[in-house]
Structure formats: C-alpha cells, structure tokens
Nanobody, 126 residues
Framework: QVQLVESGGGLVQAGGSLRLACAASGRTFSSYTMAWFRQAPGNEREFVAAIRWSVGRAYYQDSVKGRFTISRDNAKNTVYLQMNSLKPEDTAVYYC???????????????????WGQGTQVTVSS
C-alpha cells in the first residue's frame, strides 16, 4: 500500500520561502511520477509540479516556474517542493500525489493520480 506523508507547511510572509517534503513508502518508486497539487478554498485542486522519479524530469505550472523547484532524494524516498518568492496567491493546502502508469499523459491532471497524501497548509501573508 502506497503511503504519502507531507510535511513542511506553515505561515510565511510574501517573498519568503518554504520547503515541502513528501515521504513515500510501500512500493519501489523508480517507475512513478510524483506530483504536487494545491487547493485553495472554493477552488479546484490544481497542478503545481511533477517529477518522473527514474529520470528526474520535472514539469511545472506556468505560474510557479522560476520560483518553485521539485526534486527527489532516492535514498530517503522523499520528494521535495522548494518554494521561493512566495505570493499570497500561493496560499492553499498542498497535496503530494503519485502514480506509476502515466506514460503518454500530461502528468498535470489530478484524475491521473491514484495515491494522495493528507495535505499540508501553506499560508502566505501580504
């Protein structure tokens, strides 16, 4: 059973930084795509970033390019989301997601992912 546990959320001022972590367990993740999504109150859950574990290729939503970086640590089975230059509009619950059958997909659609963490709150004050 795949388990994903997020950590690292919190309250930060605009312009600040946070690093989220997603600890994955239950499988060998070499063939998986790992992703971060976020959901603000009243909004749909939206794609933020994804990484193909085997090759390290990353994908980003346009609004976070140049500010956020997704990475993985093979030894720790952990995926990170480094968030810099945070803006109030980045405020949301951030979710880690995983799936191993995403060849030929966009990797940006929440319906493509079978496994989800419980989420971690990120609040950016102005």
């Amino acid at each position: 059973q795949v388990q994903l546990v997020e950590s690292g959320g919190g309250l930060v001022q605009a312009g600040g930084s946070l690093r989220l972590a997603c600890a994955a367990s239950g499988r060998t993740f070499s063939s998986y795509t790992m992703a971060w999504f976020r959901q603000a109150p009243g909004n749909e859950r939206e794609f933020v970033a994804a990484i193909r574990w085997s090759v390290g290729r990353a994908y980003y939503q346009d609004s976070v390019k140049g500010r956020f970086t997704i990475s993985r640590d093979n030894a720790k089975n952990t995926v990170y989301l480094q968030m810099n230059s945070l803006k109030p509009e980045d405020t949301a619950v951030y979710y880690c997601a995983a799936d191993d059958d995403l060849t030929g997909t966009t990797r940006r659609n929440k319906y493509e992912y079978d496994y989800w963490g419980q989420g971690t709150q990120v609040t950016v004050s102005s």
